[in-house]
């Protein structure tokens, strides 16, 4: 027998990225998954009263490796202890629905959940991505800008991140080739190329959107949370996509108020509903502030419709006059459940033919993203819902 | 010497050391594969470690498990020392990022894995080269890849990588047993022609009654087919599936290949891991160490074979199971000595000798003792309410449970039993129930999978709370449906 048949090498392995690229390809797949479950994860509570915070998780499902497994709530598993376990010790105990700590998540047996790291701005870019303003308008003064990146040059020097490879390389082959060797290799910092950009700034009408909510007593929970979920995207999108929209916010219950943004999303209040005095201060403010002849005008109102009775038929003409001077009107009602019938001023609406007027009755948190789709498809809007 | 970069000299330094610990554990009566390290970066370590071997095909859920064992090393989680592919000869990655002393401590632990793959009954029908095998597949996934699209070919191996366990390892015993049921068979056959000669001589009474017999026969027959439950639904489905193309029913070769080369590995995970590192221990105490290295060795060892509250280390119980063999058989009690003939002084070859017979299963069964589960303080444990809390102390029953959940590596127990159900070639899968239930959602998005491969409705009967039901999906949706009496 030889004494030793071992040997120990050491090689090159830089080039080696299989890991990698099946690695990019699992995020490729998560985001897939993330735009299959949109309608889930645009009313998921931990995403709409996260505040301010960028980076959200979003618990992904489609991503498990299904097998066929033992239930693993009812299974019977082993372990070791230090000495002196006895029957009845506790020893882990699983974090409150779900919100554990990642890597805490590892400790318990067959628990596998993956959470996807995203962005806001991804997680908005993906929910807006074929949407718009609809009927956007040409007007005399234009303010709001869109941004575009385009690169147009190429230049010796630029952040490492914007490396033209192509030409690099080309220009390391030309450099080498001069010498009277054209080879790839031996990169010298005159070799480099750099794509440069410029930001593009086009100019389009000016928008305001007029954000109307009841914050009245009979808004429970419920209706609030769906109320603010749709206005949290709708904001989002609207500063990610246009960059000078202007948005206004009136909190109404019998009286309406203009508020700040942040009065509109943390503010409860209480008191009966009188729908109309949100109409006429939108009204007034569009009046005293933007002249329909320079802006395209949004209002959106949402409300769970328990209008004062007598208060319906106002409603119905303030929203015909408001139509003449704004481009869309949308009303969203929130109806818990589907088995309660439209409101009264749901019905009152019904009245209205215009395909500038849009109504969604929303029952379901995941029926929020639909909802988002209706009120801004950019091609023309379907009629009202009955 | 004096021109070596410093990976040199390391280089250099560790082939003297394993030189030098080859020929300790020769000495100690280890027979090890030769064995080639390549030493290798973190990246490419952990890459070997979610894909089980090197240049195995592409999968996005290998993608998962490497970026989450890379992220579990940067976070300082978990470490990977080594991956040693078990062929003749063997070869051992380990970690350019390891200092000397580590490294070398990984070099005695995979020399004991080698000598565990050349002995232990359980790898006798490994494939020697494995790694070549294995890209080759991967060549040829890549192939169909370009021929029939990446998405294709990523769905149909999703599919078929979620029944990826349900192979029968026993396949070399079962080989046998078919050629000879197929002779049978032959015999059979001409005896059907015996019927021709009623279609001549008979009355209409007679066909009929024929008639019927025959249908009686034939219905038999479909629910004979497989004759047997068949366990392995890889091999099963890649002949009998009625659909599939060529390539599919390779992709379905293929992955059962390469799992049959891990089935030794789980089945001895336990005896192997607790062999290398008693002889790693053993070994690196007969080297020549200063005290900082021994303590460095010691808290290394340590770390690999901390215990766990959630489930039991492999390397502990190995370890500490091999260890209390040895003792026992150096030191047999009295009664040892006069009821069962034990010899003192047979330990180090008892433990040869169970590295060369036993399984994990059949050797807890044997060895694991009353005295070494409660040193051990080994506990069974389940969910009640939000908390895991233990149920059982018993040492027969923890063993029992032990072995138990090792069963099927611990994957329920899942066979073909009709592949034209409902005479329509529907398959119809059958839960062994042991008294674990399923998971159900787990199982029937899993049934989806099986419905791409077969392409026909798949029904799977199992049990819940009590009750015999099947599941069924037939593509669109799903069903379940209580199993009544009468039926089989």
Redesign the interface.
């Known amino acids: 027998?030889p004494?030793?048949?071992?040997?120990?090498?050491?090689?090159d392995?830089s080039l080696?990225r299989?890991?990698?690229?099946?690695?990019?390809?699992?995020k490729q797949?998560i985001r897939e998954a993330i735009k299959k479950n949109l309608a889930d994860i645009v009313s998921e509570e931990s995403i709409i009263l996260s505040d301010g915070k960028k980076i959200i998780k979003v618990p992904i499902r489609s991503?498990?490796?299904?097998?066929?497994?033992?239930?693993?709530?009812?299974?019977?598993?082993?372990?070791?202890?230090?000495?002196?376990?006895?029957?009845?010790?506790?020893?882990?105990?699983?974090p409150?629905q779900g919100r554990g700590k990642r890597?805490q998540a590892g400790?318990?047996?067959g628990v596998d959940y993956?959470e996807a790291d995203v962005t806001l701005d991804e997680l908005a870019a993906m929910i807006f991505e074929d949407l718009g303003l609809p009927f956007l308008e040409e007007k005399k003064m234009a303010e709001m800008e869109s941004e575009a990146v385009r690169f147009t040059d190429v230049r010796k020097v630029g952040p490492l991140a914007n490396l033209d490879k192509r030409r690099t390389i080309m220009e390391n082959i030309k450099r080498n080739a001069a010498k009277g060797d054209a080879h790839f290799g031996d990169i010298k910092k005159q070799d480099l190329r750099f794509k440069v950009w410029e930001p593009t700034i086009k100019y389009q009408s000016n928008a305001v959107v007029i954000a109307c909510m009841d914050v009245s007593g009979s808004m429970g929970e419920f209706e609030k949370y769906i109320a603010r979920s749709f206005y949290f995207w709708m904001v989002r999108f609207l500063r990610t996509k246009y960059n000078n929209v202007k948005i206004v916010f009136i909190s109404h219950h019998t009286e309406a108020k203009e508020v700040t943004e942040e009065e509109f999303f943390t503010h409860g209040e209480s008191g009966g509903t009188q729908v109309s005095s949100a109409y006429e201060l939108a009204l007034r403010i569009i009046a005293e502030r933007y002249n329909p002849d320079d802006w395209n005008i949004y209002p959106f109102h949402f409300s769970d419709g328990d209008n004062l009775p007598w208060d319906n038929e106002r409603c119905v003409g303030l929203v015909q006059k408001l139509m003449e001077v704004c481009n869309i009107f949308g009303y969203g009602e929130i109806r818990e459940g589907h088995y309660r019938s439209p409101s009264t001023l749901m019905s009152a609406f019904n009245k209205i033919q215009d395909k500038k007027f849009i109504a969604v009755t929303i029952s379901d948190k995941s029926e929020v993203y639909p909802a988002l789709r209706r009120f801004f498809a950019t091609r023309d809007p379907v009629p009202a819902q009955p | 010497m004096t021109d070596l970069t410093p990976d040199q000299t390391y280089l250099a330094e560790l082939e003297k050391a394993v030189e030098l610990i080859w020929e300790i554990a020769r000495r100690a009566g280890l027979d090890p594969y030769p064995t080639n390290f390549e030493l290798v970066p973190a990246t490419i370590m952990y890459e070997f470690g979610s894909y089980g071997l090197p240049g195995r095909f592409s999968h996005w859920s290998r993608g998962k498990a490497y970026y989450r064992m890379k992220t579990e090393y940067d976070y300082g989680l978990s470490k990977i020392y080594e991956l040693v592919v078990n062929t003749n000869p063997s070869y051992a990655f380990l970690m350019e990022q390891n200092d000397l002393l580590q490294n070398k401590v990984v070099v005695a632990h995979v020399l004991g894995h080698t000598d565990f793959f050349k002995h232990n009954t359980y790898f006798k029908h490994t494939g020697a080269n494995m790694i070549d095998k294995v890209s080759v597949n991967a060549d040829r996934i890549r192939q169909y890849e370009y021929d029939h699209g990446t998405a294709q070919v990523e769905r149909f191996l999703d599919a078929v990588l979620a029944i990826e366990e349900h192979i029968d390892p026993n396949v070399h015993i079962k080989r046998a047993a078919e050629r000879d049921a197929g002779e049978k068979d032959k015999r059979k056959g001409p005896r059907e022609s015996a019927y021709d000669d009623l279609w001549n001589l008979a009355d209409r009474d007679a066909r009929r009654a024929a008639e019927e017999q025959r249908e009686r026969e034939r219905a038999r027959k479909r629910r004979r087919f497989p004759a047997e439950p068949e366990k392995d639904l890889l091999l099963f489905m890649a002949q009998h599936a009625p659909n599939l193309e060529e390539w599919q029913r390779d992709i379905l070769l293929i992955v059962r290949e390469e799992m049959l080369y891990f089935v030794p590995q789980m089945q001895t995970k336990i005896l192997n891991e607790g062999w290398a590192s008693l002889w790693h221990s053993r070994i690196m105490r007969e080297m020549d160490l200063t005290d900082g290295e021994f303590t460095a060795f010691a808290q290394m060892h340590a770390g690999v074979l901390a215990p766990n509250r959630m489930r039991i280390n492999p390397y502990h119980l190995g370890y500490k199971l091999l260890e209390d063999i040895e003792r026992r058989w150096d030191n047999p009690t009295e009664e040892e000595r006069v009821k069962l003939g034990r010899q003192p002084g047979m330990g180090r070859q008892k433990i040869l000798e169970v590295r060369e017979t036993e399984s994990d299963v059949s050797a807890l069964r044997n060895y694991l003792t009353k005295d070494l589960i409660e040193d051990l303080d080994l506990y069974l444990y389940r969910k009640e309410g939000d908390e895991w809390v233990i149920v059982e102390k018993n040492w027969e029953k923890v063993r029992d449970g032990i072995v138990a959940s090792m069963t099927n590596f611990n994957y329920p127990y899942i066979t073909i039993v009709d592949a034209d159900f409902n005479g329509n070639t529907e398959l119809c899968l059958r839960h062994q129930f042991e008294g674990q239930e399923l998971d159900i959602p787990y199982a029937q998005r899993t049934l989806e999978y099986i419905h791409h491969i077969w392409s026909r409705p798949v029904h799977l009967e199992t049990m819940m709370e009590g009750t015999r039901v099947r599941f069924s999906y037939d593509g669109q949706k799903h069903g379940h449906a209580k199993i009544g009496d009468d039926e089989r």
Do not use: C, N
Request: proline letters at 3%.
């Open positions: 027998m004494i030793s048949t071992s040997t120990v090498s050491q090689h392995w080696h299989k890991g990698a690229v099946d690695q990019e390809r699992h797949k991503l498990e490796e299904y097998r066929f497994r033992y239930d693993p709530g009812r299974q019977q598993h082993s372990g070791e202890g230090d000495g002196d376990s006895k029957i009845g010790d506790v020893i882990a105990a699983e409150r890597g400790e318990e047996p993956y």
